[in-house]
């Protein structure tokens, strides 16, 4: 990811790329022009990327668990 987390992909103008009168899908509305280098897609959903990172970290933590129960 970016190193600015916090910045949505896709919103309006404002301090990281949020505003709460112009959100994604509205008129006015920006995308990032890489969705997979940013954590948050809209200030309340993640992105794609972020939701990939955290299932692979789970699963693997599960696999872990379950070959140390084996």
């Given amino acids: 990811f970016q190193k600015d987390v916090l910045s949505v992909c ?6 990281y790329h949020y505003n709460t009168r112009i ?3 509205d008129e006015g509305a920006t995308t990032c022009v890489d969705p ?7 200030g309340v959903h993640l992105t794609e ?7 692979d970290d789970w699963l693997h933590a599960i696999t872990l668990s379950a070959r140390a129960t084996s």
């Fill in 10 to 15: 896709c919103g309006g103008p404002g301090k």
């Fill in 23 to 25: 959100i994604c899908g």
């Fill in 36 to 42: 997979s280098k940013s954590l948050y897609w809209d």
């Fill in 49 to 55: 990327a972020a939701y990939h990172y955290i299932a």
